[in-house]
């Protein structure tokens, strides 16, 4: 399985970007997908992650009512609509894939496969 992150950049506090995840080679019927970040200096930690195909998801309080995961499942194609975004959401996001567990997982460890990283700025 191979992930393609895409879609980070600059943006002042209080605005939003979208990131995609798009997944490709193998492919199984039931996964989970989550995001997780990693700010320098700092571990890296949970976001969000959803369960495909039925779209049961799990947030960190941190992001709860400003980020929102969602899929297409044709395209295999996970995406993380982030608003009201503030400096402390500045960090490399990593999307990753669980085809091991039965339910959304927090904890990297489950994550079989991870894509390459990218990069959200938020200014003050």
């Known amino acids: 399985v191979q992930l393609q992150a895409s879609g980070g950049g600059l943006v002042q506090a209080g605005g939003s970007l979208r990131l995609s995840c798009a997944a490709s080679?193998?492919?199984?019927?039931?996964?989970?997908m989550g995001w997780f970040r990693q700010a320098p200096g700092k571990e890296r930690e949970f976001v969000v992650a959803?369960?495909?195909?039925?779209?049961?998801?799990s947030y960190a309080d941190s992001v709860k009512g400003r980020f929102t995961i969602s899929r297409d499942n044709a395209k295999k194609t996970v995406y993380l609509q982030m608003n009201s975004l503030k400096p402390e959401d500045t960090a490399v996001y990593y999307c990753?894939?669980?085809?091991?567990?039965?339910?959304?997982?927090?904890?990297?460890?489950?994550?079989?496969?991870w894509g390459q990283g990218t990069q959200v700025t938020v200014s003050s």
């Open positions: 990753a894939a669980d085809i091991g567990s039965l339910r959304v997982m927090t904890a990297a460890r489950y994550y079989d496969y």
């Open positions: 959803i369960r495909l195909p039925g779209g049961s998801t």
């Open positions: 080679g193998r492919t199984f019927s039931s996964y989970v």
